[in-house]
T-cell receptor, first 111, second 116 residues
Framework: GENVEQHPSTLSVQEGDSAVIKCTYS??????FPWYKQELGKRPQLIID?????GEKKDQRIAVTLNKTAKHFSLHITETQPEDSAVYFC??????????FGAGTTVTVRA | GAVVSQHPSWVICKSGTSVKIECRSL??????MFWYRQFPKQSLMLMAT?????????EQGVEKDKFLINHASLTLSTLTVTSAHPEDSSFYIC????????????FGPGTRLLVL
């Protein structure tokens, strides 16, 4: 099955700085890569996703890049704000519609 | 749009009892729903895939007789934790794919289960 690794496990940034989270996947058949944000005790919320036919996607302060050859994808958050503090999960989806999640990154934005 | 609800939001039960958790898609229909378990400070672990009108598909290591799943309609899936024990205490989250969109999973708010 698909194996997704995510780094770093924790990330502390100064407000206004950028945050980058990286993930690698093992199954070359994976073609959909969503990113979820989960606040403590809440549901995961989709913040951005990318499909295998695209190399980069941006939505305001959030961007995701995908390198299919290297099987890795990254989340970039620019101009971080305190409300960006949360746990972020990457995921990959092979052809069976099931998502395999990374271990998560706890992001803390220092004011 | 694409709202998923879960009930109850939290439950405390005695060891040996059974607990039923409901997952509903409120404004869309879903032929497929997923059940996850999340322990504190850990990732989401898929337990099973719930298919409307057919048997659920369980992940390796998940006991199907302990975690009963029923997907009776296009908007409702239930997970019953039978003979619950303290080690079953966890955060259970469901998600659903809208019909025609097999990629995006919308998550429910989760159910926190504490077994005493």
């Amino acid at each position: 099955g698909e194996n997704v690794e995510q780094h770093p496990s924790t990330l502390s940034v100064q407000e206004g700085d950028s945050a980058v989270i990286k993930c690698t996947y093992s199954d070359s058949a994976s073609n959909y890569f969503p990113w979820y944000k989960q606040e403590l005790g809440k549901r995961p919320q989709l913040i951005i996703d990318i499909r295998s036919n695209v190399g980069e996607k941006k939505d305001q302060r959030i961007a995701v890049t995908l390198n299919k050859t290297a099987k890795h994808f990254s989340l970039h958050i620019t101009e971080t704000q305190p409300e960006d503090s949360a746990v972020y999960f990457c995921a990959a989806r092979p052809n069976d519609y099931k998502l395999s999640f990374g271990a998560g990154t706890t992001v803390t934005v220092r004011a | 749009g694409a709202v998923v609800s879960q009930h109850p939001s939290w439950v405390i039960c005695k060891s040996g009892t059974s607990v039923k958790i409901e997952c509903r898609s409120l404004d869309f229909q879903a032929t497929t729903m997923f059940w996850y378990r999340q322990f504190p400070k850990q990732s989401l672990m898929l337990m099973a895939t719930s298919n409307e009108g057919s048997k659920a598909t369980y992940e390796q290591g998940v006991e199907k007789d302990k975690f009963l799943i029923n997907h009776a309609s296009l908007t409702l899936s239930t997970l019953t934790v039978t003979s619950a024990h303290p080690e079953d205490s966890s955060f259970y989250i469901c998600s659903a794919n809208p019909i025609g969109n097999q990629e995006t999973q919308y998550f429910g708010p989760g159910t926190r289960l504490l077994v005493l």
